[in-house]
């Protein structure tokens, strides 16, 4: 039997893959290309984001493909509102990755061709993840968005310290993949399915379970408990959750700024779609065993992240902390059970505007500071005024501070779920940690403004200009329309 592939469902990870292909082409064929890869690549992006676009805007029910035989709810890739969100979070992060990639990649050292390439296939993997319903293609799906970043950390010749970031971020990917694996292999063994649909019925006791005949819902064994918490720290290893988070502020440090700006929101992004997938879809039935350990994590990630990051002195190391601590903000609501995905959905899009528009200030200065310390940052507002601006527009809304309105409406959104789901004592970590998380934002934001020490070189990159500019354009998007997160995410009509 030959089964009938829906191409309009999967046109936006197979435009990725076949500009990917094209791009590896150039770079054989025609070594001195010079920019013609990075445009090719951008074209490609901006045309998955057009797909995408067109997909959320005909409407209509769900599109799904690689469905079984005879079993027509049961399909591997499905095309519903949560994938599109989160494509779009990935595919407009790519933009910007792709504007800082050209920056970084016109100081030589670094092959374009592989860059691009590996980069495309990241995106695939980021694209794929939150339309995969079964657990074999979130798997490999979520190895796709891991297994380039090794190589593009370390694709920066004669970098000591960009090896040794690849290496440790391998070195924690294949331990969580395992982990990951392990507790996957348990799910199946007593779900008998690898479709997060299926299991949802054997985990709620729906349908009998097949591996353990006899068991049904709250009734399973201990083995089912073991496979949800490895699951659980596979996944933790792949958003910096604590206390897998370790790997976090060396690798950011390490790896060129463009691939920490990708692991900071796209890596993050495919991490929490896999998390939610896992546990909402298929898991949603064993909410009692998981949504403790959710919510213990969460208070552990956020308060560990805001503590060092405060200790920080490295711009990168500062928001690599502090991407720990806005993973412990998103993870929240999920331990109330799946009844407030939305709420995670909307803080993870906003965060994604200000954390890549605070890396494309970063980059540029970078350029003319390689030390990249937050003391190289006095007086930027006023010998770059319009970096120096952004930089604090973005800090700001990350503090969750007027004029940045749209951080202040993500947390509002979470505490506003946690309070009206019982978890009263998880919305008051949160908001301690939001007081301490106003002091590195705000000492940061306070040495844009301060006198310079000394005047640094200024120097035009009109990509990384670009991607700040689109960054920003989200960021004031977003503070201006909070609401339109929570239309994406699904809230609100």
């Not at 005949?213 to 009734?219: H, I, T």
């Not at 354009?473 to 995410?489: D, H, K, Y």
Request: aromatic share 8%.
């Amino acid at each position: 039997m030959i089964q009938q592939i829906d191409y309009a469902a999967i046109a936006a990870p197979l435009l990725l893959a076949v500009v990917a292909g094209l791009v590896l082409l150039l770079d054989a064929f025609l070594p001195r290309a010079g920019a013609v890869p990075g445009l090719v690549t951008l074209a490609g992006v901006l045309g998955a984001l057009a797909i995408v676009g067109w997909q959320a805007v005909s409407g209509g029910p769900p599109r799904s493909t690689f469905c079984a035989p005879g079993a027509g709810e049961l399909c591997s890739f499905v095309v519903d509102r949560f994938t599109l969100v989160f494509a779009g979070v990935v595919l407009v992060a790519g933009v910007v990755v792709v504007l800082l990639s050209m920056t970084e990649l016109a100081s030589g050292g670094i092959p374009v061709g592989e860059w691009y390439f590996l980069l495309l296939c990241t995106l695939v993997g980021a694209v794929t993840l939150p339309a995969s319903r079964d657990l074999i293609m979130l798997v490999v799906a979520l190895e796709l968005v891991s297994l380039p970043v090794f190589a593009l950390t370390a694709l920066r010749r004669y970098d000591g310290r960009g090896s040794e970031a690849a290496v440790k971020l391998f070195l924690v990917s294949v331990v969580s993949t395992a982990v990951m694996l392990f507790g996957v292999s348990l799910l199946y063994g007593v779900g008998g399915s690898v479709y997060l649909s299926r299991l949802a019925g054997v985990f709620s006791g729906a349908v009998p379970a097949p591996g353990l005949p006899g068991a049904s819902g709250p009734e399973m064994p201990a083995v089912v408990t073991v496979g949800v918490v490895l699951v659980v720290a596979g996944f933790g290893f792949k958003i910096a959750a604590v206390p897998f988070h370790a790997w976090a502020a060396d690798v950011y440090q390490g790896a060129p700024i463009p691939v920490a700006a990708l692991l900071s929101v796209i890596s993050k992004a495919a991490g929490f779609a896999g998390l939610i997938l896992i546990l909402v879809t298929a898991l949603g039935g064993q909410a009692f065993t998981w949504s403790p350990v959710i919510a213990i994590v969460s208070a552990l990630t956020m308060s560990v992240g805001n503590l060092l990051a405060m200790r920080q002195r490295s711009a990168v190391r500062l928001l690599a902390w502090s991407s720990v601590a806005q993973s412990g903000y998103i993870l929240a609501p999920l331990a109330l059970g799946g009844r407030a995905v939305g709420a995670s959905v909307t803080y993870l899009v906003i965060y994604a505007a200000m954390n890549l528009g605070a890396f494309a200030v970063v980059m540029l200065v970078s350029r003319a500071v390689p030390r990249n310390e937050l003391d190289d940052y006095r007086g930027l507002a006023f010998r770059s005024p319009v970096q120096g601006l952004a930089l604090a527009f973005c800090l700001v809304c990350l503090a969750g501070l007027p004029p940045g309105l749209a951080g202040l409406f993500a947390k509002v959104v979470v505490f506003r779920a946690l309070v009206e789901g019982g978890l009263g004592w998880l919305a008051v970590v949160m908001a301690i940690n939001t007081v301490i998380g106003l002091y590195y934002y705000a000492t940061w934001t306070a040495r844009l403004f301060a006198p310079a020490v000394a005047e640094t070189p200024r120097r035009r990159f009109p990509a990384a200009t670009l991607a700040m500019a689109v960054s920003l354009a989200a960021a004031i998007l977003f503070s201006a329309a909070p609401q339109l997160a929570l239309t994406m995410a699904g809230l609100s009509s």
